[in-house]
């Protein structure tokens, strides 16, 4: 994965001892497998698109960023006009988390993030229906990987008359609605 620097601000704080930074952008790629909204031409990797949006936590804090970049990216750099500040009296060990697609109603208690896998979506030819495939990363730095939360399905209907498709679980088992997602001990997600 490719990693580019971010720009960060320091803070002076009253107390000359304590750094403090500010958040300004976020640099966001995938994972170990492959991660995101957008199908690439070669059908098998995930890209962000232009003015992909993710909402971005720390502490108690959380704020709305922006995808920069003006092509389906691997990896791109999100930048917001409110600025999350970390360091200070948040613990050395605090994470920064992020979730994809931002939500007003996705939630962190920071060990997890609670957010809403759809119900439905309207099919995209060629790739997924924007917010349809819920992505999470968290980080010490301002560099994330981002790992899918559920898996996609990639079919091809050939019918025109065809107005919908309903997925089930085998056992009735849920497969939308709201979810809790922690990091596991190899910093993996868990549901």
């Given at each position: 994965?490719?990693?580019?620097?971010?720009?960060?601000?320091?803070?002076?704080?009253?107390?000359?001892?304590?750094?403090?930074?500010?958040?300004?952008?976020?640099?966001?790629?995938?994972?170990?497998?492959?991660?995101?909204?957008?199908?690439?031409?070669?059908?098998?990797?995930?890209?962000?698109?232009?003015?992909?949006?993710?909402?971005?936590?720390?502490?108690?804090?959380?704020?709305?960023?922006?995808?920069?970049?003006?092509?389906?990216?691997?990896?791109?750099?999100?930048?917001?006009?409110?600025?999350?500040?970390?360091?200070?009296t948040e613990s050395?060990?605090?994470?920064?988390?992020?979730?994809?697609?931002?939500?007003?109603?996705?939630?962190?208690?920071?060990?997890?993030?609670?957010?809403?896998?759809?119900?439905?979506?309207?099919?995209?030819?060629?790739?997924?229906?924007?917010?349809?495939?819920?992505?999470?990363?968290?980080?010490k730095d301002t560099?994330?990987?981002?790992?899918?939360?559920?898996?996609?399905?990639?079919?091809?209907?050939?019918?025109?008359?065809?107005?919908?498709?309903?997925?089930?679980?085998?056992?009735?088992?849920?497969?939308?609605?709201t979810v809790k997602?922690?990091?596991?001990?190899?910093?993996?997600?868990?549901?």
């Amino acid at each position: 994965a490719m990693i580019t620097g971010c720009n960060q601000l320091e803070i002076q704080h009253e107390d000359e001892n304590i750094q403090t930074q500010q958040i300004n952008e976020i640099t966001a790629y995938n994972g170990d497998t492959s991660t995101k909204t957008v199908l690439a031409n070669d059908r098998t990797s995930i890209l962000w698109k232009p003015n992909d949006q993710i909402k971005v936590f720390y502490g108690s804090a959380s704020a709305q960023y922006t995808a920069m970049n003006t092509e389906p990216e691997e990896c791109t750099i999100f930048s917001s006009n409110t600025s999350l500040v970390y360091g200070g009296t948040e613990s050395s060990s605090a994470y920064i988390w992020a979730v994809y697609p931002y939500s007003n109603d996705s939630a962190h208690d920071k060990t997890s993030v609670s957010l809403t896998v759809p119900s439905s979506t309207t099919a995209v030819e060629g790739s997924f229906a924007n917010g349809s495939f819920p992505a999470i990363g968290r980080s010490k730095d301002t560099n994330i990987a981002f790992y899918n939360v559920c898996g996609g399905i990639c079919f091809t209907v050939t019918d025109e008359n065809v107005q919908s498709v309903t997925i089930t679980g085998n056992n009735n088992e849920d497969i939308a609605g709201t979810v809790k997602v922690g990091f596991d001990e190899n910093d993996r997600p868990f549901v």
